[in-house]
């Protein structure tokens, strides 16, 4: 099954070998890796989907949480999360392609229903731009394959995702959220919640 | 001297050596080469002394072995490219056993890095799997930041090996040296390392409801410091306990809830006791498949405890009902009001229980004895056995028990060791466990002698290993150090020979091997040494060795076709084992 993990990372040379480096030995395929600045200075955030059998998901975390450059850690499910994907889509829409002169109008009319944009417009081609749920960008290029339209290039950035509502890493609300304030560098005091440990026995029940 | 106000700056080689001092490291093993000559042109600036080591596997096993005997972070340094390489095998070794070592290789300038200079090597690529982090310093005011960080992650939570890479460049540029502003963020441990009260009532609960408990008590009491606590817990609630390779010494071998070790060659009843446990409290052991046998079959009737720091040791090999992750002193200073405040004791019949699971436990035990090699009359061989338990029977005679470290190699002679010399205290036996490194003996004694000088050190090593790393008996001349050495000479690459025997129809393919005369040897290395073939010359030789003022090298000439029984074969469950034969094996000899 597809597991999704944000992981906070030290933006430092290496953190990305690192992580990979430990899929590799948990011998667990990446399905999509993204990595991007976040809202404080030094740290990175990365959206890992991979997919593995499910009591995985408590040992590839704990040993995410092993790795030193690891600040925080978390598993998000699809109904808490929002998580999106950004598409490049470029299709064949000249004189010479399957639908002729009607290619333009008719790919417009379906990025509008699909609320891709287009980002750029050449002779033989049009270029989308969609971000959405992975299943609506796989939506939008069944339909332009169904209709006959050449799909010349697509290039897609892996998920990103966010937990809804105000809810943030533990560790992270401890270090403080606001991006302006200085990030300590040592975690805080042991909270009084904790959700971890506990989870091992609960994901079983 | 230049200085910047108060702080003076030096050379990058200079910080190295002051953070180095700063950390409290006052031996450092190493072998010197072109990207770490800087380093090396320093050294006689600052107070460490350097052991030149034969090879740099020996100087990462002597850090290995330093850290084991002192609890301290050892410290071993090489050059680039081969020395760096050099370095792997022991440190791995060190990951193995979360063993905190912090390595120092050179690196080539930065301005060359990723050209593949002479003796460049990606080092931190190399060993990113088998250290706990490394780093790269391309710039000497890197230094001091990235060594005090090393031996921080080294010796907090679960320990283990960590690298600094340091090009040429760094070494040689200048930087303002502040020992105190280079310090980490303080050690918290990480949120997640935290024991829940709500679990540690549940784990409570499966002690109250246990009537058959074991403790498995592994390395991690001996990291954490935790031999007293588990010491006054165990006898607190009458629980026996059983242990681990790396956890010998952890528990007194002669208490009376002491069952010895478990595993693939631990005594039968200990396994046994553990397969019929309704209650295993796992105490800093990570069930390894050395220690499980068949996980299918493993203590099926159990409920299982595991006190751990690694978050991502639970419930990797055993199902565990309830984990509480930390520190294993802390958890267990933790639930000990708990445990009061539930009236635990309170109950007479949980003792009146355990005396009888403690009965039932010496019933397992059977014939056992009857069938010990030491127990059988002499027959006129030598066996590795009869060594061991004479090595330890000639220490505790002397009252130089508590004092006496062994640092074993791999193979048969390690799993007798660990059977007949009873290890009464903590860090005493120094042994490869998780990687299994022949040729770790010999280096890893030296490193306990510095470590310990107070201490006897010995070396057993089987007579394959003992030719891996003998190089540094020449260390030891240099160093003038009073190590004792017992090779267990079978003639046989011996474990690789009793599983050719076991599972692949005695075809003993490339097992027997060719030993130079150990004693001449020594003796071009100047140190005094003797063979041994008789049993009754073993303990004279031993006394001889120990009270020796210089090193000493003994060759027992042991019984060839010798097996370590009892024996877990491959895939089978723990119950399951080749018991020891009786009367004694039959070897060519004998027919
Ligand atoms: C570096 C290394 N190579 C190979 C092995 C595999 N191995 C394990 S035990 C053993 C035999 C050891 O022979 P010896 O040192 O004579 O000890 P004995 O078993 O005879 O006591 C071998 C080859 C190993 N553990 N380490
Ligand atoms: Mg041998």
Redesign the interface.
């Known amino acids: 099954m597809l597991h999704t993990f944000v992981a906070l990372v030290d933006d430092k040379?290496?953190t990305l070998?690192?992580v990979a480096?430990l899929f590799r030995?948990l011998n667990v395929n990446i399905v999509s890796l993204t990595v991007g600045e976040s809202e404080r200075d030094g740290i990175s955030r990365m959206t890992i989907v991979c997919d593995a059998p499910e009591?995985a998901a408590?040992?590839i975390r704990?040993?995410l949480?092993?790795?030193?450059?690891t600040r925080d850690v978390d598993e998000l499910g699809r109904s808490e999360a929002v998580i999106r994907e950004l598409c490049l889509i470029k299709v064949a829409a000249g004189p010479n392609s399957p639908h002729g002169q009607q290619s333009r109008s008719q790919i417009f009319e379906l990025a509008n229903v699909f609320r891709a944009r287009v980002v750029d417009l050449a002779p033989e081609s049009i270029m989308l731009e969609m971000t959405g749920a992975a299943s609506k960008i796989e939506g939008l290029l069944q339909v332009l394959r169904e209709s006959k339209f050449e799909v010349l290039e697509v290039s897609r950035t892996g998920r990103m995702a966010m937990r809804r509502g105000h809810h943030t890493g533990?560790?992270l609300k401890?270090l403080g959220t606001k991006p302006d304030e200085e990030a300590?560098?040592?975690?805080?005091?042991?909270?009084v919640t904790?959700d971890?440990?506990?989870q091992?026995?609960e994901d079983?029940a | 001297m230049a200085t910047n106000n108060t702080h003076p700056i030096l050379t990058g080689a200079e910080i190295l050596w002051a953070t180095l001092v700063g950390e409290g490291v006052t031996t450092v093993f190493g072998y010197p080469g072109g990207a770490i000559l800087p380093a090396y042109d320093a050294l006689r600036k600052f107070p460490i002394h350097h052991v030149l080591t034969r090879h740099e596997q020996g100087a990462a096993h002597m850090a290995d072995g330093y850290a084991r005997a002192s609890g301290k972070v050892g410290v071993a340094i090489a050059t680039s490219g081969p020395g760096a390489t050099n370095l792997v095998t022991g440190i791995a070794t060190a990951m193995l056993d979360s063993i905190p070592i912090v390595c120092i290789s050179g690196q080539v300038s930065s301005k060359v890095l990723g050209s593949d200079a002479f003796q460049e090597i990606d080092i931190?690529?190399i060993t990113?799997?088998i250290t706990?982090?490394n780093f790269?310093a391309t710039r000497a005011e890197e230094i001091a930041p990235m060594i005090r960080e090393a031996f921080q992650?080294a010796a907090s939570g679960r320990p283990g090996p960590v690298l600094v890479d340091i090009t040429k460049d760094a070494q040689q540029g200048t930087a303002t040296f502040n020992f105190d502003e280079a310090a980490p963020?303080?050690?918290?441990?990480?949120?997640?390392l935290?024991?829940?009260s709500?679990?540690m009532a549940r784990a409570i609960e499966l002690m109250r409801a246990s009537t058959k408990p074991v403790i498995l008590a592994g390395h991690g009491i001996i990291h954490s410091g935790a031999e007293r606590e588990v010491l006054a817990f165990a006898e607190r609630y009458q629980i026996p306990v059983a242990t681990t390779l790396l956890g010998l010494g952890a528990f007194p071998a002669s208490h009376p809830l002491a069952l010895g070790m478990m595993g693939m060659h631990g005594e039968s009843w200990v396994n046994h006791a553990i397969q019929q446990a309704d209650l295993l409290l796992a105490f800093g052991m990570r069930f390894d498949d050395r220690v499980t046998g068949n996980l299918a079959s493993y203590a099926p009737n159990a409920k299982k405890i595991h006190i751990e720091i690694?978050?991502?040791e639970?419930?990797?090999n055993v199902?565990v009902?309830?984990?509480?992750?930390g520190d294993l002193k802390e958890v267990l200073n933790t639930m000990e009001p708990l445990i009061h405040d539930r009236n635990y004791l309170a109950d007479a019949s949980t003792t009146k229980t355990t005396r009888a699971w403690l009965r039932e436990i010496r019933s397992l035990k059977g014939d056992a004895a009857v069938r010990d090699i030491i127990n059988l009359p002499d027959n006129g061989h030598l066996y590795a056995a009869h060594v061991i338990n004479d090595i330890w029977q000639e220490a505790k005679a002397a009252g130089r028990l508590d004092k006496t470290i062994i640092a074993t190699d791999v193979g048969q002679h390690q799993m007798w060791e660990a059977q007949y010399f009873k290890h009464e205290d903590t860090r005493t036996l120094i042994t490869s466990g998780g990687l299994g490194t022949m040729g770790f003996a010999l280096p890893a004694a030296i490193g306990a002698k510095i470590a310990r000088p107070d201490c006897d050190v010995w070396c057993i090593a089987g007579d394959g290993g003992f030719q891996m790393t003998a190089s540094e008996l020449s260390t030891i001349q240099q160093e003038c150090l009073h190590i004792n050495v017992a090779v267990i000479n079978n003639g046989f690459l011996g474990m690789v020979r009793q599983w050719q025997e076991a599972f692949y129809d005695k075809n003993y393919a490339c097992s027997p091997i060719l030993s130079p005369d150990f004693v001449k040897l020594a003796d071009a290395h100047g140190i005094p040494g003797a063979h041994v073939t008789e049993r009754k010359d073993v303990t004279p030789t031993v006394a001889k060795a120990r009270t020796s003022p210089t090193a000493f090298v003994i060759n027992f000439s042991v019984e060839k076709e010798d097996g370590v029984y009892p024996m877990i074969a491959p895939g089978a469950a723990l119950h399951e084992m080749v018991r020891r034969p009786n009367p004694l094996i039959e070897t060519a000899e004998d027919e």
């Open positions: 040379p290496g070998t690192r480096s030995r009591h408590d040992r704990a040993s949480y092993k790795l030193e450059t533990r560790v401890a300590p560098v040592a975690f805080p005091d042991r909270p904790d971890l440990p506990n091992f026995a079983e | 931190t690529g990113l799997p706990k982090h790269v992650i963020a303080s050690y918290r441990p990480h949120p997640m935290r024991a829940e709500t679990e690694d978050p991502s639970i419930n990797k199902k009902d309830v984990a509480l992750i």
